[in-house]
């Protein structure tokens, strides 16, 4: 995700996980040259708008979780496909699409280590 650590989107005050992808993204440019464009978050329990648009804030591109609601999953998930693939528009009331990031769930599963 390109945090120095994944933080627990629902636990996280702003200050933290801005300076944790502060710190994060500087060690990748200063290593290796390159700053993320997907963010990757497999294991958080719940994610919220605030931190959809604090991905879209940082540069990110596309966002990539497993964790949903279990009314989501079943809804999301009968079909045959291995995940679901949506525009995120976080405080869409406040910002409208300007926020608007792709988002995808990439499993069924409990925390998704299966994929």
């Keep these: 995700m390109g945090g120095w650590v994944g933080s627990d989107e629902c636990d996280a005050n702003y200050e933290d996980i801005i300076g944790n992808f502060q710190k994060g993204h500087r060690w990748l440019n200063d290593e290796f040259g390159v700053t993320p464009r997907v963010g990757w978050n497999i294991d958080p329990f719940g994610h919220t708008e605030a931190n959809?648009?604090?991905?879209?804030?940082?540069?990110?591109?596309?966002?990539?979780?497993?964790?949903?609601?279990?009314?989501?999953?079943?809804?999301?998930?009968?079909?045959?496909?291995?995940?679901?693939?949506?525009?995120?528009?976080?405080?869409?009331?406040?910002?409208?699409?300007?926020?608007?990031?792709?988002?995808?769930?990439?499993?069924?599963?409990?925390?998704?280590?299966?994929?």
């Design 52 to 115: 959809a648009a604090l991905f879209h804030d940082f540069g990110f591109d596309a966002f990539f979780f497993s964790r949903i609601d279990s009314d989501d999953s079943t809804s999301m998930f009968q079909s045959k496909n291995e995940g679901s693939h949506f525009l995120w528009r976080p405080f869409s009331d406040h910002f409208g699409k300007q926020k608007e990031i792709l988002t995808g769930v990439v499993s069924n599963g409990t925390a998704g280590y299966g994929l």
